[in-house]
Each structure stands twice: as structure tokens, then as C-alpha cells.
């Protein structure tokens, strides 16, 4: 079945840094995929939508400059959170296939900005 | 713009009890549904999908999903559980035609007793 894999699945940064995510689709071939925050005990909020070769699609109130989407090819997408702060620990969950097949999620990273 | 409204956000049952977790949705045009099962830490599994055709959907682990289009409801059951099933329980629509992103219900987490 298809597989994605994410990482790092921890990560602990110091404010003002930057921390990259990796989200790979290991046996299929990805234009889009999705990327989610999670907070403790509640579910997931979308923040874009990752396409191959252009832009990410952003979610309303998701700062573009703050999350950093790049989908340089078929397989590969990455979330950079630019100048993390305290506030932007969270689990980060990609998720990439289509809607008939169902889609594939990654383990997630639980980011910790200290 | 479609929406999910899973109606408990905990279920506590005995092992080997039965269960039902309940699933509405709300769209102007044709969905696809999920449900997603997710353990600690970890990102989202499939448990089952409801594209077309029979509205009684069998999935992974014993659990399955009848879709109501009268209803729109789409809830998910389990004619026996088992301590492993204890987890947080995720439904999910996604439109058919456009931009098929997911779109997540709050989310139940379900315990079970011994």
C-alpha cells in the first residue's frame, strides 16, 4: 500500500530558529499533499495544500512567510517553520494520495520550541 | 464549504461491547468519507472509505460504516472491542470534484474498559 514517511519525528529547537520537515511519498508519485498541525486533544486544522511545481495553497488565518511550503518533486515535500517560537510547538502531520484511494498519513513530528 | 460534526468527543465502552460513534456531515455537493484511526504520537490510519455504491462499508479491525445520504450521517461500528482499540476516532468528508482536501471532525476518543 502507499507509504509516507515524515521526518524528524521530534524535534526541539531554540526560539528564533528554523526547523525543516520532510514528507515523502515512498511508492507513489504525490502532486499534491496536504499539511496539518495538531494541537493536544483536538484535531486537525489543515494549513495548505502543497502542489508540485508551483505554489502552496494557504488556509485562511496560516501565515505563508511563517510556514514555509516547498514540493520540489513528485515524492518529496517540505514544511520549514522560519523563526519558531514557543507558541508554534505542535504535532505536524503531512498526508499526500488521492481521495478514491484514500489518503496516506505521515507518523507526524512534534515540534518543541524552547 | 463542506463540514464534519462528530457528535461525541468521548466514548467510554466495556470490552466486548458493542459501539457506535457518530458521524454527520454537511455538504452542497457530493462527498467522499472517512474514518481515520489515530494512536498517540502517531499519525492518522485508515480505517475505511466511503466513495459510491453500497452504503454499508467494511473496513480494517473489525469496524464498519454505514453512509445515509437522508441523514447525512456517516457512523462507525464495532459489534465487539477490544482494549486495543482504544484510541481517537476521526471522521472525515472530502468533495468529490475541486480541491479534494480533507476536512476532520473534532474527533472521539474512544476508551475501553476492561
Known amino acids: 500500500g502507499a507509504v509516507v514517511s515524515q521526518h524528524p519525528s521530534r524535534v526541539i529547537c531554540k526560539s528564533g530558529t528554523s526547523v525543516k520537515i520532510e514528507c515523502r511519498s515512498l511508492?507513489?508519485?504525490?502532486?499534491?499533499m496536504f499539511w496539518y498541525r495538531q494541537f493536544p486533544k483536538q484535531s486537525l486544522m489543515l494549513m495548505a495544500t502543497?502542489?508540485?511545481?508551483?505554489?502552496?495553497?494557504?488556509e485562511q488565518g496560516v501565515e505563508k512567510d511563517k510556514f514555509l511550503i516547498n514540493h520540489a518533486s513528485l515524492t518529496l515535500s517540505t514544511l520549514t517553520v522560519t523563526s519558531a517560537h514557543p507558541e508554534d510547538s505542535s504535532f505536524y502531520i503531512c498526508?499526500?494520495?488521492?481521495?478514491?484511494?484514500?489518503?496516506?498519513f505521515g507518523s507526524g513530528t512534534r515540534l518543541t520550541v524552547v | 464549504a463542506q463540514s464534519v460534526t462528530q457528535l461525541d468527543s468521548q466514548v467510554p465502552v466495556f470490552e466486548e461491547a458493542p459501539v457506535e460513534l457518530r458521524c454527520n456531515y454537511s455538504s452542497s455537493v457530493s462527498v467522499y468519507l472517512f474514518w481515520y484511526v489515530q494512536y498517540p504520537n502517531q499519525g492518522l490510519q485508515l480505517l475505511l472509505k466511503?466513495?459510491?455504491?453500497?452504503?454499508l462499508v467494511k473496513g480494517i479491525n473489525g469496524f464498519e460504516a454505514e453512509f445515509n445520504k437522508s441523514q447525512t450521517s456517516f457512523h462507525l461500528r464495532k459489534p465487539s472491542v477490544h482494549i486495543s482499540d482504544t484510541a481517537e476516532y476521526f471522521c472525515?468528508?472530502?468533495?468529490?470534484?475541486?480541491?479534494?482536501?480533507?476536512?476532520f471532525g473534532q474527533g472521539t476518543r474512544l476508551t475501553i474498559n476492561p
Open positions: 502543497s502542489n508540485e511545481g508551483s505554489k502552496a495553497t494557504y
Open positions: 472525515a468528508v472530502s468533495i468529490i470534484q475541486g480541491a479534494q482536501k480533507l476536512v
Open positions: 498526508s499526500a494520495g488521492r481521495p478514491d484511494y484514500g489518503y496516506t
Open positions: 511508492d507513489f508519485q504525490a502532486t499534491t
Open positions: 466511503y466513495l459510491s455504491g453500497s452504503t
